[in-house]
Each structure stands twice: as structure tokens, then as C-alpha cells.
Nanobody
């Protein structure tokens, strides 16, 4: 059973920074990709950033230049560094992993709340 455990959410003022962590229960290279999704109240869940096992990175247009996804292979951990945060970044952020066989984001963490407010 795959487990993904997020941490690092919280309350931050506009313009501030947070770093989210996602620790996987097995090697992140066992997945085709890992990604961060977010869902704000009343809105659909959107992919914010992703990184493949080969290192290909993609970002949603709304976070380009502000968010950075990275990984620590030895710790089986993926990070999301969020800078210049805006109120519209407020959401529950979830880590997910794409299965190599199904090529779907089949594995999910419990989510962590990020609130950007003064």
C-alpha cells in the first residue's frame, strides 16, 4: 500500500513563502510522476506542478515563476516551494503519484491546508 504524507501547510501573509513536503512510502522513482494538486472551496481540483521520474517538470500557468517543485531521492520526498503567495493560492494542497501501469494519479495524500491572508 502506497502512502503519501504531506506537511508544511499553514497560514501565511500575502507575499510570503511556504514549503510543502510529500514523503512517499517507497521510492519516488517507482512512480511515473509525482505532482501537487490544489482545491479551493467550491472549485475543481487542479494540477499545480508535476515532476516525472525522468525529471520533466510542468507548472500551471498561475504559479509559473512563483512555485518550484523539487525532490530528494534519498528521502523519497517531493517538495513544493511556494513564493510570492497570493490570496488566490489559498486551497487544500494534495500530493499525488502517477502509477506507471495505469498512467493515472492513483495515489493520494491526505492534503494540507494553505491559507494566504493578512
Amino acid at each position: 500500500q502506497v502512502q503519501l504524507v504531506e506537511s508544511g501547510g499553514g497560514l501565511v501573509q500575502p507575499g510570503g513563502s511556504l514549503r510543502l513536503s510529500c514523503a512517499a512510502s517507497r521510492s519516488i522513482f517507482s512512480f511515473y510522476a509525482t505532482g501537487w494538486y490544489r482545491q479551493a472551496p467550491g472549485k475543481q481540483r487542479d494540477l499545480v506542478a508535476s515532476i516525472t521520474s525522468g525529471g520533466i517538470i510542468n507548472y500551471a500557468d498561475s504559479v509559473k515563476g512563483r512555485f518550484t517543485i523539487s525532490r530528494d531521492n534519498a528521502k523519497n520526498t517531493v517538495y513544493l516551494q511556494m513564493n510570492s503567495l497570493k490570496s488566490e493560492d489559498t486551497a487544500v494542497y494534495s500530493c499525488s503519484a502517477k502509477d506507471r501501469a495505469s498512467l493515472r494519479y492513483d495515489y493520494w495524500g491526505q492534503g494540507t491546508q494553505v491559507t494566504v491572508s493578512s
